[in-house]
């Protein structure tokens, strides 16, 4: 089977089967460290899969700093250290680089963290792979295991404007440096931290999101459309170029987190965590593809 | 007094080209560029400033502006005539829209300017009132001197510099105050006589040469006040750093622009707003008088970490390594 039939998903759980081993996803690898967990995360991203080959490099280079972040962000972690590593072909400007270690640079500085350093190396195509190291109290750390029949399910800001932006692109009518605008959620992820039950970005859209939640969970998220809170400029480009909702939130771009608590911590309600079945065939699943399909 | 230029490329017919600034001057024999300092002298290309002093005194380094650049101090202030500028609106036109005839000067050597600083209990040098830039040869030659002694070096400019000269320059200012006078093309040309694009790629580059970076807009009403030119000069900002100190000044009658009256308040609260909403974290507004505005408080938890009031600065949150003393953020300040 080719990749390409695969999908990301499968083909991760084929790599953890090659291993042997079985593993709880996270957004983060997590690493016993006395009082702490040790947070690691990689994350790659490429010309023609996350942007087009005449991308401002600045915004990319905040970007592919952020995305990495995020995924410390939804553990509840401090991020601390950053690593990059940057495939160029040979004849990128060497601006083109300099700009992009400018907005990984911005990114980094506004949480404190530091850039340790990372690979250069000469490719057909521009792609970075990102590594971050950070850091949570034992106590404090969220997972994405662990919700509770009754609990609420929130999100952390309104959703769909990166989603709504690339939209927008495509149709000839905006930049595409809207879409890369990202915040990784490092401030709300700490607070969260201890209180909520469960949580993780939204880097692959909220329906892959609560796919993800569902099936490490064993139980079913029931979620009302109506609730999900929508950027203004996503509901105009639903509206203008005849987008569905489900285009939105299968989109992904958000970089929010989700999570699941006994009571709202912060954000926006979404739906209920219910009893369900394993995989996808849950009652919370049902409601949601039933919804979906009508929009 | 008159010495032989850096920064200039011969062309024929005795013209030479001036490379100090992004004017480029194309200068014919006997011909003086747009700064009115630097000549072609048959065929070579003279500054014609070299020492000549306008005005020398020690100002608290906080009216430079620098909040986050050894906050407190006392730093000895030295200028020169000219400016490779023609802002309407400038509020040091005396000596900066006059050249060396300018009778009120006197000429020192390099080394007495880094003794009277000394003289006067300075720990640095700030190069300022007029545009440095313009006196580019013996700005060098003092910072190099003071450096050596173990002093600091300020530069506060315009940003009007070829990257050329700013290389040379950056390795021996220790911090800058760069003006964006407004965040369109359009001001530039029609209110200064220059670009936008140079000013924010020499910001950039001081930045990336790891000095310590401080940034002026001056928001002048109907010119370059609009909320989205803010954002957007905001949003530049940040994707530099958003660790960059910046100072929204009001705006006063003065010089040629005299046609509008000062910058309400209002409008200098709400670029606050918006550059904070933006995300950056040490805003401060200029002109106002209010101390809440003036003073400096942690990006993290909100400690107030250095009170000023007018000309009074006060640290009364930092740690000793300039950290908040509540939350432990590190703070992008030299102490």
Redesign the interface.
């Known amino acids: 089977m080719k990749l390409e039939e695969l999908g990301e998903r499968r083909a991760i759980d084929m790599i953890w089967d090659a291993i042997g081993k079985k593993v709880d996803y996270d957004d983060c690898a997590v690493i016993d460290d006395g009082k702490h967990y040790l947070l690691l995360t990689t994350d790659y991203v490429g010309e023609e899969t996350h942007f087009p080959g005449n991308v401002n490099p600045?915004?990319l280079g905040?970007f592919i700093a952020a995305v990495n972040l995020s995924d410390i962000a939804a553990m509840g972690g401090t991020p601390e250290f950053f690593m990059l590593s940057s495939f160029m072909p040979g004849d990128t400007h060497f601006d083109f680089a300099?700009e992009l270690i400018?907005?990984m640079?911005?990114m980094l500085?506004?949480y404190?963290v530091e850039y340790l350093g990372g690979d250069f190396k000469k490719a057909k195509m521009i792609g970075f792979s990102g590594f971050a190291v950070g850091r949570v109290l034992k106590e404090n750390i969220l997972r994405r295991r662990g919700a509770k029949v009754g609990d609420g399910i929130f999100v952390t800001a309104p959703m769909g404007k990166n989603a709504a932006s690339y939209y927008l692109w495509k149709a000839g009518l905006g930049d595409f440096e809207p879409v890369l605008k990202v915040?990784p959620r490092v401030r709300e992820g700490k607070e969260l931290a201890g209180k909520a039950h469960t949580c993780m970005d939204t880097s692959d859209g909220l329906i892959a999101s609560m796919f993800q939640m569902q099936k490490i969970n064993n139980l079913g998220f029931s979620i009302d459309l109506d609730s999900v809170p929508l950027h203004p400029l996503a509901i105009e480009v639903m509206e203008d170029l005849k987008i569905s909702l489900k285009d939105i939130l299968n989109f992904g771009g958000d970089y929010e987190l989700v999570y699941t608590a006994s009571s709202k911590i912060l954000g926006y309600e979404i739906g209920e965590v219910v009893e369900g079945k394993i995989d996808y065939g849950g009652k919370g699943y049902e409601s949601f593809g039933k919804v979906l399909d009508q929009t | 007094m008159k010495a032989l230029a850096r920064y200039w490329t011969k062309l024929d017919k005795k013209k030479v080209r001036c490379e100090l600034c992004p004017h480029r001057c194309i200068l014919d024999d006997g011909q003086v560029g747009i700064c009115r300092v630097r000549k072609n002298i048959g065929g070579k290309l003279y500054t014609l400033n070299y020492g000549t002093v306008s005005s020398m005194a020690v100002d608290p380094i906080e009216k430079k502006p620098l909040f986050h650049f050894k906050p407190g101090s006392r730093i000895f202030s030295v200028s020169t005539v000219g400016c490779n500028l023609r802002c309407k609106h400038c509020q040091n036109w005396e000596i900066s829209q006059v050249g060396p005839e300018y009778p009120y000067t006197r000429d020192f050597k390099a080394s007495d300017i880094v003794k009277i600083a000394e003289e006067h209990g300075s720990e640095g040098i700030a190069f300022t009132y007029n545009e440095p830039t313009i006196w580019h040869e013996f700005s060098v030659e003092v910072a190099k001197i003071a450096k050596k002694k173990g002093m600091y070096n300020v530069y506060v400019t315009n940003g009007y510099i070829q990257e050329e000269p700013l290389r040379e320059l950056v390795n021996y200012i220790d911090a800058f105050n760069i003006d964006i006078k407004a965040f369109t093309n359009e001001f530039y040309i029609k209110i200064t006589g220059g670009t936008l694009q140079p000013v924010l790629r020499t910001a950039e580059f001081v930045h990336r040469a790891g000095k310590h970076l401080e940034l002026t807009y001056l928001i002048i009403p109907r010119l370059n006040d609009d909320p989205g030119e803010i954002r957007k000069f905001a949003e530049w900002v940040n994707s530099i750093s958003p660790k960059i100190p910046v100072h929204f000044s009001r705006f006063y009658p003065t010089y040629k622009l005299t046609d509008r009256k000062e910058t309400p308040l209002k409008t200098v609260h709400n670029a606050y707003k918006i550059a904070k909403d933006v995300g950056l974290e040490y805003v401060y507004l200029g002109n106002t008088w209010e101390p809440e505005y003036e003073s400096t408080y942690c990006p993290n938890c909100g400690n107030l970490l250095i009170k000023r009031e007018f000309y009074n600065t006060e640290i009364t949150g930092l740690t000793s390594d300039g950290r908040c003393n509540n939350c432990g953020k590190k703070i992008n300040i030299v102490l």
């Open positions: 600045r915004a905040r300099k400018t907005g640079r911005s500085e506004r404190d915040e």
